[in-house]
């Protein structure tokens, strides 16, 4: 709604927000459809269209992230110089996607970033969404190869190895969706300048306002907003 999340106006940035797709209804209220259909899938998002890579739901996600910047370029009030993506969790994961597939963005801050190391983070972490792929595996067993060839095209460690953007990560030691490991997986690979963040006694909850306080004073430094 269009009183949330207005920390970043208040701080002197033109800003966009983009609606997931197909989401919603949870965490948030979510107004966007995705009229997409895929094959079989474990409720959720992790495994919806997961043995087609062209039909896999996080493609359509990760081309929506591009095509909003596509939109901001064509504002007047937008400097194409300065853009910057940004994302908790799920948004984290997308912002490292956009950043590696678009050089028009200038700087990335991934908030204990999902959708990072795939391998890794079916083997540890000990909550959803990473386990509806466990949940997937352990019915089609005989997919496993095509799964994860998949799911290799979305990690968003590779994106983080392609991007130039300068990048403010954080990461929470006692994150249990989306464990440290694989966060520093995304981080260590990243191309460009970086800086992580550390919430050494928090969970996927991470910095909260702490983390988004890091991320004007930092984002304002490198773009030269007082």
């Known amino acids: 709604m269009a009183h949330e999340q207005l920390h970043w106006a208040a701080s002197g940035f033109a800003y966009f927000r983009m609606d997931t797709r197909g989401q919603g209804s949870d965490w948030s209220v979510g107004g966007t459809a995705d009229p997409v259909g895929s094959t079989s899938s474990i409720p959720g998002f992790m495994?919806?269209?997961?043995?087609?890579?062209?039909?896999?739901?996080?493609?359509?996600?990760?081309?929506?992230?591009?095509r909003a910047i596509d939109a901001l370029i064509g504002l007047d009030f937008v400097d194409p110089e300065r853009i910057a993506v940004c994302g908790d969790s799920q948004g984290g994961g997308i912002s490292l996607?956009?950043?590696?597939?678009?050089?028009?963005?200038?700087?990335v801050m991934p908030d204990v970033p999902f959708l990072c190391d795939f391998p890794r983070a079916v083997q540890t972490a000990v909550r959803d969404p990473y386990?509806?792929?466990v949940r997937f595996l352990a019915?089609?067993?005989?997919?496993?190869?095509?799964?994860?060839e998949t799911l290799s095209y979305f990690d968003c460690v590779n994106f983080a190895r392609q991007s130039k953007a300068t990048a403010l990560f954080s990461v929470a030691l006692m994150d249990e969706v989306c464990p440290p490991s694989t966060v520093y997986g995304a981080f260590?690979?990243?191309?460009?300048?970086?800086?992580?963040?550390?919430?050494?006694?928090?969970?996927?909850?991470?910095?909260?306002?702490?983390?988004?306080?890091?991320?004007?004073?930092?984002?304002g430094a490198l773009f030269g907003v007082d």
């Open 47 to 66: 495994t919806r269209g997961v043995l087609d890579k062209s039909d896999y739901y996080y493609r359509r996600l990760f081309t929506d992230g591009v």
């Open 97 to 107: 996607a956009v950043g590696g597939l678009d050089p028009r963005v200038k700087a």
């Open 131 to 133: 386990l509806e792929i």
């Open 139 to 148: 019915q089609h067993r005989e997919k496993k190869a095509k799964v994860f």
């Open 188 to 219: 260590n690979a990243c191309g460009g300048e970086k800086v992580i963040v550390e919430y050494e006694f928090n969970n996927h909850e991470g910095g909260q306002g702490c983390q988004e306080r890091e991320q004007m004073a930092w984002l």
